[in-house]
């Protein structure tokens, strides 16, 4: 796709979140697209590999929860599982005053991120190789973090362990699912309390104008995180607080 359709095409998606970029930002979503395909073709980065896709799925669907990142200047983000980059990625474009970190366990998805955030030329952001069980117990990003961010990585009673301990106390953890949530939420209380979390917000909805369902879950730190917790790599996945 050349850069007046995908400039066309993006805007278009884009009116319908009522946002306006600039077209420095423009150009930075379609050098990072480009830049997402060339890679997939040696790393398994994402299965959303036509340009309209991914306009839509990775960067319309990223942004949509950049309404939920408060207002106020240099707020700090750790996306957590970002895989390709997102919605780490997109946030840190279209606001510029975010202090983002890129979390993965995957040390070559790190290797793209890197190459991504020096193409673009972006600021205040990088990507760390890492497990959330294990930097989640490091001083250095334990309940460091305005909002902890998540997309599609796991179950919410498991995904809230690798969550909240980064979250400072009064901070949030936005987790970025799919449809039919119910259960999960039904299943995440327990968790929520143990690891000092108070669910404050719920949206599902259509994204945009297609049928695919989408779902954001907002959580508040609103205790400290027991030091125990998150525990060992694998724990979280095996034995559910449940």
Known sequence: MDFTKFKTEFNSELEKLNIL??????NQ???YMNLLIEWNKNINLTAITEPSDIILKHFIDSIY?????EIPANSSIIDIGTGAGFPGIPLKIIRKDLNITLLDSLNKRIMFLDNVINNLDLKDISAIHGRAEEMGKNKKYREMFDYAISRAVANLTVLSEYMIPFVKLGGKSICMKGGNIKEELENSQ???GILGGNLIHVEEFNLLDTDIKRSLIIIEKCKITPIKYPRKPGTPAKDPLM
């Open 190 to 192: 327990k968790a929520l």
């Open 21 to 26: 970029l600039e077209d420095e930002q423009v």
């Open 65 to 69: 929860v950049s309404k939920y990142i």
């Open 29 to 31: 979503f379609y050098k």
